[in-house]
């Protein structure tokens, strides 16, 4: 048996247990659970920040049922909001006006999906790359650029402007891969660093004239001609548009790149054992830098169905909002596996959207969503936490967790 | 077989012939004394324009004049020191001798002046506070070595702190919200600053708990309970900065601590200013520093949590309690930088504000890693980045040609080249981000 069989049984080994770990630990019970755990530590912060709660405990020894009613009312507003806000509006007194919440949800979660995705695979190779904010903006300037600047016909210009983000977005993830590859710089340094770099680049870029709409000091571009916009898939009424079929296809892509392909199967090698790659014959530095180009190209592409998509009136410094962190979250709670990375794009997503609504209707900082979605990572993350919280058995195969 | 190589066993120890020579570092110090010599050398303004460095300050026990001197010249001379501490480090590989850190200690500060020189010059109304900006330096790196030092003390003992930014925050908005608490019942702003600069650690050793209890006990990858709690703290702080503070603004004043300058010494020109009259909280640093120091690298306690951190079952054989003392370690650590957090907040004398940490435990991060995992490398590597901040803030108030984002820029850039071309391969401690299973 030759040395790279050897490495390839290995893996595969390692992946046959990872699946196996994955039936065990995400059992749709622990997950539920999960969800159930952070839904309540949530309740007790609306409760907590709840003005008529406060002003029921003050008579709350002569008449102890308003506090509990109050305290009711807020946590069903606040969720309620929530519904409302991510999934299906049933106060809409027309069917657009029910629906739009599910769509704005998928809307928020397409750049979640693409750069959830590129992250997924850096670290399934042993990367940790931070840097999918950075990305994203240079996908979103560059992209921008050529959708705003430039003159092309109807389809044409759309592929033109969103290579042009898919480059950005690789140069950024580029620069961090080869740096680690030929010089050994640390990727968490130099990735943290380039979103800075990245931040600064597009505040300069708007405050130049190329950049700037004609007549105007505003560091906001020019709209995207239309020409270079995606189209809506929902009709005019919803804002989804086609970069979330994009990023389904990016999903099956990733798949099968991931679990196909010779330069998948090179890029889990190297996260599992470097030295082993090394040893059965890749070549580890070239994989370093592929695995942090496609992650980039991955987050260029997030970064069109920003620019390209839902921000097309123009780019902004504030183009990539933070969906750069969030993806970070999202490829952990995924897994790292494009089917995993989908799901909780969606359920973050969900969240994402749900934050106007939560702040109009129930009167709560939007902050709170954070709260709860970094509780659910957390106990997803541990089962056996989650099992001790509800005083569940412990299965057979208990306390396997890994990212 | 050529003559040299015959030879050179003989006349070198055998461990220098395997090394192959490495041209990065003087290839980048020439290209970027190059780039300088041009924009900041020949760019300068000559004719007789001069630039001013101003060290004393009103109160200092006696003057140092300031100091003039012709731009151009000045600029031109320092670039051709870089460029030829370039040429001494290609030398070196040539020649195979290794080079101590003066060299690029030396090629930065050189750099550094030549900028500065090229700022000031023909400005007659501004001169360059050099003081300002060694005091900036010190205040702005002071958030940065306490969380670099926290990441240090989890990462020796194997835990991955990526958390460092969420003990940061909550160490701030618990000294915010401490002592806008007791100064409001107590009546007394200095006395409710010191108490909200000791409740900042608890806030930071919390996040810390959370952190050692995910990894330690449940065995969750480190970097994702980091990067999570991180969230985590952004959302509990912003929500009640939101609800409680906002509905009882009392308990969040801007309220500060006091200056406190050491007699006389805060009296000695440049050196008193910028290290002895500061706050408590920078005394703190530097006692934290010089004991985390010792402590890590001579004494027993250091000895331990090294070994538990690169060899935890050898440890383990010999009676060392591993995961008891990643569990230690770690709180400690996220006190240390719930400490650094209290810098946002009472230390700065600002009132508490969402994500006010913007990225510092990020930062932080790099620097403990530039830093190579020690307390000393940790407070250099903040130091540089401290002083990269207050370049930028002088540059700021002095104007210049350049756009201020690229200036902005500078910092970060400064560490993707010490990252790749002067540090390069770092080694981390082995067991970090392994959980210990008996």
Redesign the interface.
């Known amino acids: 048996m030759s040395a790279e069989q050897t490495t390839a049984k290995a893996v595969e080994e390692q992946d046959d247990r990872s699946v196996l770990r994955q039936i065990a630990e995400s059992s749709g019970l622990v997950v539920a659970l999960a969800v159930v755990a952070s839904i309540v530590i949530g309740a007790i912060l609306v409760v907590l920040a709840s003005p008529e709660v406060e002003e029921a405990l003050g008579y709350f020894f002569s008449r102890p049922a308003d506090t509990f009613a109050a305290a009711w009312e807020a946590i069903t507003g606040a969720y309620t909001a929530m519904f409302r806000g991510s999934v299906w509006n049933y106060n809409g007194d027309t069917f657009v006006q029910q629906f739009r919440p599910l769509t704005e949800s998928l809307t928020m979660a397409t750049p979640l999906i693409f750069a959830g995705l590129g992250l997924g695979i850096g670290f399934r190779a042993g990367l940790f790359n931070i840097g999918a904010q950075g990305q994203i903006i240079m996908g979103a300037m560059i992209g921008g650029w050529v959708g705003f600047a430039w003159d092309l016909p109807w389809g044409l210009h759309l592929i033109v402007a969103i290579i042009a983000s898919v480059l950005g977005g690789a140069l950024w993830g580029f620069i961090p891969g080869i740096l680690k590859a030929k010089a050994g710089a640390h990727e968490v340094i130099v990735t943290i660093m380039l979103n800075y770099v990245a931040a600064n680049l597009i505040a300069y870029a708007l405050s130049t004239d190329a950049f700037q709409l004609e007549g105007s000091d505003n560091p906001k571009s020019p709209p995207i001609a239309e020409t270079a916009q995606y189209p809506l898939i929902l009709g005019d009424s919803f804002r989804l548009n086609l970069s979330f079929l994009l990023a389904i296809a990016a999903a099956f892509g990733v798949w099968w790149l991931m679990e196909r392909s010779t330069w998948g199967f090179r890029f889990r090698a190297v996260g599992a054992n470097a030295r082993a790659a090394r040893t059965a014959g890749m070549n580890v530095p070239l994989s370093i830098i592929g695995v942090m180009t496609i992650a980039g190209a991955l987050s260029g592409f997030a970064g069109s169905s920003q620019i390209l998509g839902t921000e097309s009136s123009g780019l902004t410094a504030g183009v990539a909002g933070s969906f750069g962190f969030d993806a970070i979250t999202v490829a952990l709670l995924g897994r790292s596996r494009p089917l995993g990375t989908v799901m909780a794009a969606i359920l973050f997503g969900g969240f994402k959207a749900s934050g106007p609504a939560l702040q109009v209707q129930a009167g709560l900082p939007v902050d709170i969503v954070l709260v709860i979605q970094s509780l659910i990572v957390l106990f997803i993350a541990a089962p056996p936490l989650v099992r001790f919280l509800f005083r569940l058995p412990a299965p057979s195969r208990e306390k396997v967790v890994a990212a | 077989m050529t003559a040299t190589l015959t030879e050179a066993p003989q006349a070198q120890p055998a461990v220098d012939i395997e090394v192959a020579r490495s041209w990065?570092t003087p290839i980048i110090l020439g290209v970027v004394g190059l780039i300088a010599f041009v924009l900041f050398g020949l760019m300068t303004e000559g004719g007789g324009a001069t630039t001013t460095f101003v060290l004393s300050r009103p109160n200092d026990l006696f003057t140092i004049p300031a100091i003039t001197v012709p731009a151009q010249a000045t600029a031109i001379a320092l670039t051709v020191i870089a460029i030829a501490l370039a040429g001494v480090s290609a030398w070196g590989v040539q020649n195979r001798r290794k080079i101590g850190m003066w060299l690029p200690t030396v090629y930065g500060i050189a750099l550094v002046l030549a900028v500065l020189v090229w700022a000031g010059a023909g400005r007659t109304a501004t001169s360059i506070q050099l003081t300002g900006l060694l005091i900036g330096t010190v205040v702005l790196a002071t958030p940065l070595v306490f969380g670099s030092l926290a990441g240090t003390l989890c990462e020796r003992s194997g835990i991955v702190n990526i958390a460092i930014e969420g003990q940061l925050l909550a160490g701030a908005f618990l000294a915010a919200l401490v002592a806008g608490a007791v100064s409001s019942s107590t009546g007394s702003d200095s006395f409710g600053a010191y108490v909200g600069l000791v409740a900042a650690p608890i806030a930071g050793a919390l996040v810390g708990a959370a952190l050692s209890l995910?990894a330690v006990r449940?065995?969750?990858?480190q970097?994702?309970?980091g990067?999570?709690?991180n969230?985590?703290v952004?959302?509990?702080t912003?929500?009640?900065?939101?609800?409680?503070m906002r509905?009882n603004p009392e308990l969040n004043r801007a309220i500060g601590l006091p200056d406190l300058p050491i007699p006389v010494l805060s009296r000695i020109p440049v050196i008193g200013p910028v290290l002895f009259d500061q706050n408590m909280l920078v005394y703190l640093m530097y006692a934290i520093v010089i004991v985390l120091n010792i402590m890590l690298f001579k004494s027993r306690w250091g000895l331990r949590v090294r070994s538990v951190g690169e060899h935890p079952k050898a440890a383990d054989t010999v009676g060392i309690k591993v995961n008891r003392t990643r569990v230690r370690n770690t709180i400690l650590g996220g006190a240390v930088a719930g400490l650094g957090g209290a810098f946002f907040t009472v230390a700065s004398g600002l009132a508490f504000n969402?994500e006010m940490t913007g990225?510092k435990g990020?930062?932080a991060?790099?620097a403990m890693?530039?830093g190579r995992w020690s307390p000393k490398g940790a407070l250099a590597a903040a130091l540089l980045f401290g002083f990269a901040d207050s370049l930028r803030e002088q540059f700021g108030i002095i104007g210049t040609s350049i756009?201020s984002?690229?200036l902005?820029?500078l910092p970060?850039?400064a560490?993707?080249f010490a990252?790749?071309?002067l540090?390069?391969?770092?080694r981390p401690p082995a067991a970090e981000n392994i959980p210990y299973k008996k």
């Open positions: 990065r995910f449940y065995w969750v990858d970097i994702v309970v990067v999570v709690l969230v985590l952004v959302g509990l912003s929500f009640f900065f939101g609800t409680l509905e969402k990225g990020y930062i991060l790099a890693i530039l756009p984002q690229f902005a820029m970060y850039l560490t993707i990252v790749a071309g540090v390069g391969h770092v």
